[in-house]
């Protein structure tokens, strides 16, 4: 047993620091996106249940909630790819008790911060949706989704820790099943849930931590197994870890908390033109737009420890490469998106709705035509920020971050509809992604100009100029 482990970590690691780049990416990143392929699948079928048999303002009440279940999922993926981070990189330096302490200390951490998170949601739960721009009309549905949701928060955060950990330790095939098996399972009880036993939103809810519970008791049988090389029982908690992992994974976060203020700011400024029929518009061209952009995080997300990797055992030429093999891959995932929303967006909003009649179908018809522009860019932008996460540079890629779901959005969707109305809204985001484009290049380039990247570590290395291959 201990030496087919070994000999597959020297595979592993063979193929990680000189093995073919195609077979990298096969390995990493696209079971990655097989993944997040399913997550899609599941957030589609999700919002066609709820939209078909519960009505538009079930609809509208879930995206009321998006942005607290987004904050949410910023905690676990801060310390979950923050953790990956540190793994990664301390295997590429061949330091596996370190690894071992970071992989513990995210765990620990994780498990204390959603005890907090359930109590407070436990107490507060009516004022906060209320502050969240749900008024009498969405309320009750918005209240039933976040009554389901309340009591996984535990087992859904350390479900994605547990993922993050199979991938640093080299089984992206396996984190694949899992993950899979939890999305088409959840996909199955919320046809159950809803519409079999009538839980209504509560069930979509219930269905996703149900779902997710299960797939962390499958991924743990390896991150959790104390008889493996590593494990998140072994090793011991060591605040500096932390502090190191919040800041690595700091980034990854303020993407997903911008994403989630962004839908807020969205909704806020619908509800002000168009009322809850534009909400409900609005949460199916978020649907689309969240199914879309899961492929880039496939693929940034599967490359990110393959960077820490290499990063850490000094392989700079390697991450150009992998990073010019990516920027190619999402343009033309981009493309493709964005051509196939232009000619059947149609057809895929009415996904969503029990016909073409409602005003809500056509508000997001209009609305989707020029949202999809969104597409041909903001694949560049998660991969220069995955890139400067899986370095270490987190505060380079909280810039880009922060402008791109947060400055620019929250400028575009106060200003554009004083002049364009609702048209302004549906451009605000997909101009966003466009000037992100314009700093995350300037940063890459400054980057590749300044300071030594690892600084603090003592390693002197030559910065990777990732402007160069964008």
């Known amino acids: 047993m201990a030496t087919s482990s070994m000999k597959s970590a020297l595979d592993n690691r063979y193929l990680l620091e000189r093995g073919p780049i195609s077979r990298v990416f096969l390995k990493y990143s696209l079971p990655s996106v097989v993944t997040m392929v399913f997550f899609g699948v599941q957030t589609l079928v999700d919002g066609v249940v709820v939209g078909n048999h519960l009505g538009p303002d079930a609809l509208g009440g879930i995206n009321i909630v998006m942005p607290l279940y987004s904050f949410i999922m910023v905690l676990a993926l801060i310390v979950s790819i923050g953790s990956q981070v540190l793994v990664s990189m301390e295997l590429g330096r061949k330091n596996s008790d370190k690894a071992q302490d970071a992989m513990s200390t995210g765990f620990k951490a994780l498990v204390a911060i959603s005890l907090i998170v359930t109590v407070f949601l436990l107490l507060l739960a009516e004022p906060l949706i209320k502050l969240m721009g749900a008024d009498e009309r969405l309320l009750p549905f918005s209240l039933a989704y976040l009554k389901g949701l309340v009591p996984f928060i535990m087992p859904l955060t350390l479900c994605f820790y547990s993922d993050a950990m199979l991938k640093a330790l080299g089984h992206p095939r396996f984190s694949m099943l899992t993950m899979s098996l939890s999305v088409v399972l959840n ?136 990073l010019r093999f990516a920027a190619i891959i999402n343009m033309s995932i981009g493309a493709m998106v964005f051509i196939v929303l232009q000619v059947f967006g149609r057809h895929v909003v009415l996904l969503f709705f029990d016909g073409s009649e409602s005003q809500a179908f056509q508000i997001a018809v209009d609305g989707l035509q020029i949202f999809a522009f969104v597409f041909l860019v903001n694949g560049l932008n998660v991969l220069i920020i995955a890139y400067f996460t899986a370095l270490g540079e987190a505060k380079t890629s909280i810039i880009i971050s922060a402008a791109r779901g947060l400055v620019f959005v929250l400028a575009g969707a106060t200003v554009l509809p004083i002049f364009m109305g609702i048209t302004g809204v549906w451009a605000a985001i997909p101009l966003a992604e466009l000037l992100t484009l314009g700093v995350a290049l300037i940063a890459c380039k400054r980057f590749a100009l300044g300071a030594d990247p690892l600084r603090g570590t003592g390693l002197p290395v030559k910065p990777v100029d990732c402007g160069k291959h964008f």
Not at 231 to 244: A, I, Q, T, Y
């Open 187 to 322: 996909v199955l009880l919320t046809f159950c849930f809803v519409i079999g036993l009538g839980w209504g939103n509560t069930g979509a809810s219930v269905a996703t931590g149900v779902a997710f519970t299960l797939g962390l008791l499958i991924s743990g049988s390896i991150t959790f197994n104390p008889r493996q090389r590593l494990s998140v029982l072994k090793g011991r908690f060591h605040m500096p870890l932390l502090r190191r992992a919040v800041y690595n994974g700091s980034s990854e976060g303020v993407s997903e908390m911008a994403a989630s203020v962004s839908i807020l700011i969205i909704n806020l400024t619908v509800v002000r033109l168009l009322g809850a029929d534009g909400v409900a518009a609005f949460t199916a061209i978020n649907y689309i737009n969240f199914t879309g952009i899961l492929l880039f995080l496939g693929i940034s997300d599967g490359l990110i420890p393959v960077l820490s990797y290499n990063y850490g055992a000094g392989n700079y030429q390697r991450i150009k490469r992998l």
